[in-house]
């Protein structure tokens, strides 16, 4: 986009010292200073004679400086306080604490100053005016201050080189699309967002380099998928009329109907599969409970029955585990191998079938390419628990399958508009008919041994399950986050619990230990299951129909609907009770909202608008780019970009998409097969 020289030291004002301290906030060339954003603006462009500046209103005043003290209070404060007059009158300014300003504010000299007016000891006063020709008479510009570089320092810095600094600023949309769309030319607009002529013009320049933002993730997205549908799928899959008998008995043999949502989007990904044309890279979305998993399973069978193998990968042991079963229960009369690998379970991968399902965790992943060409089709199950550098994996080794991602995080309209637009979607929009509204609370400290009085009672006379998850420490399970959980299991066992079975489930025990608490729990031999968060994603326990979140102010919104989910699942009314110690509005607010909203999506659009995309979606976290100025909830502003993105290629299908993306994003890896 830009042929900007690197060179920070061609621009006034910026020594080797500068440089140093500009480094560190990652402005290495002239074109990221350009590129560092006012945070804010005063305007300071009505300009009056000192008789007409009217008390509370924003001014700028020029006038002869008749006195300037430096004045020490009895209190210990230190005040600046100077005398200005024009041919209408006089004005008091006031600072505190500034005595530096006695070398720029010299009394005979005729200064501008601006500020906001107000009445001190009933005179006309402004208290802390800026001064000098970069600070008044026009709107300004605050800058984020860093490093010992103050917003005057890049005000001033700016202003001097803004000319030199956009002319090295080549435009990177077409004429025709700026006239058709009627935006500000890049150079315009990098100008007036540094120097606005006034609120319509800033409004103007924001909107164009908002937009550049969106169209540039939005490029990288449709350049994606268009090298994604190059390619052709190099295991085609059929139905024969008997394939599709197969399909119907296995449908008829399961212990519920699809429902028309399911069968909805297992047609849209059946129709995937069967093409010859191109490679599948579906995005299958449903909130927790949907029924995503027997949409994999009926791909996988259909992989099966064209004699190639099905990846299905889990982000948790746990969850391999409680597939592999599901899969083995459900298909058992149809006789297809299924295999578990995890790190624990090892299957020699050239010595099976070439019709196989595989289950596993990432452990798979690195042994795909033993696989060879027989993979006919990848599954990777609640995609946004894995790691950047798994699905890099995943896609750099061997020839990509047919790949199905599913997520329990719903994803907002716009996200999906702005990154995901490379995935095709299908949405399962409905839960299966027997559910019931999960009953969430939300419990003050004072009020906890109400709860587990009540939740006692419960199990004893319902005999219903229950699970206690320990509070969200790190980002994954560490040493401390399993100490914090098993100090929590003891005092629960010894002084809350002690006429109840229970038992603790984490991430770093042995895996026959955590399959045999897993396996009593399901067999209503343990009471209450206490676990760290691992427990998120995924595992299906009817029978447990409470739910207790231990510190829910410290999740994501999205990992407490996830939580919730775990219960709900069987007939009876199901709870969820939201601890809190915590006493900030913001995060009672949030909680409130899950409280009273079951619905995924809402509650994933919801933490978009008040947590940003990086903290509410895990699913794209890593590398994300930092957007200045555009606003991922904005529907608005994302529309207007995709129409803007497909005039540009209908109107010019040679224009190189890859000048619409710009560097800073250039880091956020878009591939193909993942979300991310
Ligand atoms: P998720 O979408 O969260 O992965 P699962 O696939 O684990 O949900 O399904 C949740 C539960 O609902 C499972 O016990 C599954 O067998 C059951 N289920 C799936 N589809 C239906 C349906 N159409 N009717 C009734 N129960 C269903
Ligand atoms: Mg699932």
Request: charged letters at 20%.
């Amino acid at each position: 986009m830009t042929n900007t020289p690197n060179q920070l030291d061609q621009i006034s004002g910026i020594g080797p010292q500068t440089i140093k301290k500009l480094e560190k906030i990652n402005i290495i060339n002239p074109s990221n200073l350009l590129f560092h954003f006012p945070s804010r603006y005063l305007d300071f462009s009505h300009i009056t004679k000192i008789k007409d500046a009217q008390t509370d209103s924003s001014i700028t005043v020029t006038g002869k400086v008749l006195d300037f003290k430096n004045i020490y209070t009895r209190h210990g404060k230190n005040i600046q306080k100077a005398i200005i007059q024009d041919s209408t009158g006089q004005m008091e300014l006031l600072w505190f604490n500034q005595p530096y300003l006695s070398s720029s504010i010299n009394i005979g000299s005729i200064i501008s100053f601006a500020g906001t007016v107000t009445l001190y000891q009933n005179k006309k006063t402004i208290i802390s005016p800026e001064h000098g020709q970069y600070n008044t008479g026009k709107i300004i510009a605050v800058y984020p201050e860093t490093q010992g570089l103050g917003s005057k320092w890049f005000r001033k810095t700016i202003q001097n080189n803004i000319k030199f600094l956009v002319s090295q600023i080549e435009e990177n949309l077409p004429k025709s699309i700026l006239k058709e769309y009627n935006l500000h030319y890049l150079e315009s607009a990098l100008f007036q967002i540094h120097l606005p002529t006034n609120d319509k013009l800033l409004n103007l320049a924001r909107l164009r380099l908002a937009l550049d933002e969106i169209l540039s993730l939005q490029s990288q997205s449709y350049l994606t998928k268009k090298e994604w549908l190059s390619k052709q799928p190099q295991n085609v899959l059929n139905e024969t009329p008997k394939i599709k008998k197969q399909i119907k008995s296995l449908l008829d043999s399961l212990p519920f109907k699809l429902t028309s949502s399911q069968k909805e989007v297992w047609q849209e990904i059946k129709s995937d599969l069967l093409s010859s044309q191109k490679i599948m890279n579906r995005l299958l979305q449903g909130d927790v409970g949907s029924g995503k998993t027997i949409i994999a399973l009926l791909a996988a069978y259909l992989t099966h029955l064209n004699n190639f193998s099905s990846l299905i990968i889990a982000p948790t042991e746990i969850l391999a585990r409680q597939h592999f079963q599901n899969f083995e229960k459900f298909l058992k009369p149809f006789k297809v191998p299924i295999f578990l690998l995890t790190a624990n379970n090892k299957v020699d991968l050239k010595k099976i079938p070439h019709n196989s399902i595989i289950i596993g965790t990432h452990a798979v992943i690195f042994r795909k390419v033993e696989l060879g060409d027989q993979v006919g089709l990848l599954v990777i199950d609640e995609q946004h628990k894995f790691g950047v550098k798994q699905r890099a994996f995943l896609n750099s080794s061997i020839k990509q399958p047919h790949t199905l991602t599913m997520t329990a995080t719903p994803i907002p309209r716009t996200i999906y508009l702005t990154f995901l637009g490379n995935l095709e979607l299908s949405t399962i929009n409905a839960l299966p008919e027997n559910r019931k509204k999960i009953k969430t609370f939300l419990v003050p400290n004072h009020k906890k041994m109400d709860c587990y009085r009540w939740v006692e009672n419960q199990i004893k006379t319902t005999k219903c399950q229950a699970f206690i998850v320990c509070p969200f420490i790190e980002e994954s399970e560490t040493l401390t986050s399993i100490k914090s959980a098993k100090k929590e299991f003891e005092f629960l066992s010894q002084s809350i619990f002690p006429n109840l079975k229970l038992a603790l489930i984490h991430g770093k025990m042995k895996s026959e230990e955590r399959e045999k608490v897993i396996a009593d729990f399901q067999a209503n031999k343990i009471n209450i299951l206490i676990t760290t968060p691992i427990i998120e994603v995924g595992v299906d326990i009817p029978n447990a129909s409470i739910i207790i979140i231990q510190s829910a102010d410290r999740f994501g919104l999205a990992s407490l609907h996830q939580l919730r989910g775990r219960v709900g699942r069987g007939q009876e009314q199901s709870f969820c009770y939201l601890f809190t110690e915590s006493n900030n509005q913001k995060a009672l607010n949030r909680l409130q909202f899950i409280q009273g909203n079951h619905n995924g999506l809402k509650i994933a659009e919801y933490d978009l608008k008040t947590r940003g995309p990086g903290e509410a979606f895990s699913i794209i976290q890593h590398g994300f780019p930092s957007l200045k100025l555009a606003n991922l909830s904005d529907l608005k502003l994302i529309k207007l970009s995709e129409k803007i993105l497909s005039s540009i290629i209908a109107q010019n299908p040679n224009f190189d998409l890859n000048k619409l993306i710009k560097e800073n994003t250039n880091a956020y890896p878009l591939n193909p097969s993942v979300i991310s």
